[in-house]
C-alpha cells in the first residue's frame, strides 16, 4: 500500500469527532497526515495547526468542513493541486465541486473511515 499524502481539514483533537477518528487511522494505515482545524492540539503525534500553512505532494484532502466554512479554503485547496478530495458526509457542496472540475481535481462524496476501514482509500 501506498503513503497517501493527506491533508485533513476540518481536524480536531477532540476524540468524539469523525475527524479525529480520520487522524488516527489515517496514521495506523501509514499515511503522513497534515492537519488544519479550528484549534491547535495534537492527534497520534499530528501536530493541528489552526492556519494553512503551506503545503507539497498532497494525495489527498478529506473535508470535515460544512460547506460554509469551506470558502475561506477553496483557493488553498486548488492551489495545493490534490490528486483527489474526499467529502465526507454532511460536507456535500457543489459550488467546490465546479471549480474543483475546472482544475482537473477529482473529488468523491465518500466517508474517509469506510474507504480506510475497506482497504478502498
Do not use: W
Not at 37 to 61: C, F, M, Q, R, S
Amino acid at each position: 500500500m501506498k503513503n497517501k499524502k493527506t491533508l485533513v481539514l476540518g481536524a480536531s483533537a477532540k476524540s468524539f469527532r469523525y475527524a479525529h477518528q480520520a487522524i488516527l487511522s489515517l496514521v495506523d494505515k501509514g499515511h503522513s497526515v497534515i492537519a488544519i482545524g479550528h484549534d491547535v492540539g495534537e492527534v497520534a503525534g499530528v501536530k493541528i495547526h489552526n492556519k494553512a500553512i503551506p503545503l507539497k505532494n498532497i494525495d489527498t484532502v478529506t473535508l470535515y468542513l460544512n460547506p460554509r466554512n469551506q470558502r475561506d479554503y477553496y483557493n488553498y485547496i486548488i492551489e495545493a493541486k490534490p490528486k483527489r478530495v474526499i467529502f465526507n458526509p454532511g460536507t456535500e457542496n457543489p459550488q467546490l465541486y465546479q471549480l474543483l472540475e475546472l482544475n482537473n481535481i477529482a473529488f468523491e462524496v465518500a466517508c474517509t473511515l469506510v474507504l480506510l476501514a475497506t482497504n478502498q482509500y
